[in-house]
């Protein structure tokens, strides 16, 4: 019969058990921004000419800026009729369109002159933008590393209070290493909607880029020697 340490302790293997916790803060690493594109006309096929030329338009100048745009997505589109209120009859008085962008930059000086120029764009909505870090960044690694040596030293203390030592690692628990919110309320006055004419260009807008905190916690449980009490 082998001597093997029980996972809940005997006078022989005491057991201790520990958490260890990270919370440690890096710069952001994507912004996300959320794009609009608007058209309105009396009939259908003129709303949608207009909303195909400034999708265009914002997918031409998202593209012109190569490596520094990560990722360029469409999502919803639609076009929806407007009814007459005034009468009885279904009568379409103008056709709504709509087209939603997803651009995603790693490069915020770019970021700044990119969302002052999309603003500019007539009858175009823009929000954000939404600080990231990527969901295999380092700093969710770091930041477990640093959990779990937390947890190793707390143990160690619990430990030398005992005038003992620790020999062995029983159990190593992940409990959770997640990035925590991180989405900001579109700055007032900032990256809002432009409807109308487009004005002559506006200086590049100056965006502060807003840390991000990654956290991390583990259970940590170890056999250490008998004490003498």
Known sequence: MTDTPLSYGTPEHPRVAVRGEARLEFDPETARLGITVSARGKDRRNALDD??????????????????????????????????????????????????ITAVLNDFTALGEFTTRIADLEMTHINGPWWNLRPDSPAHAEARRQAVREAVQRAREYAGALDTHLTALVELADIGAENAPTALPAPPGGARAAYGAAAPQAPALNLEPQRQTVYARVNARFIMAPPKL
Request: proline content about 2%.
């Open 51 to 100: 909303l195909t030329r400034r999708n265009d338009r914002v997918l031409e100048l998202a593209r012109s800026y190569g490596q520094a745009m990560e990722k360029l997505e469409t999502g919803a589109f639609s076009i929806t009729p407007e009814l007459d209120q005034q009468g009885r009859n279904e009568k379409i008085r103008a056709y709504h369109g709509r087209v939603h």
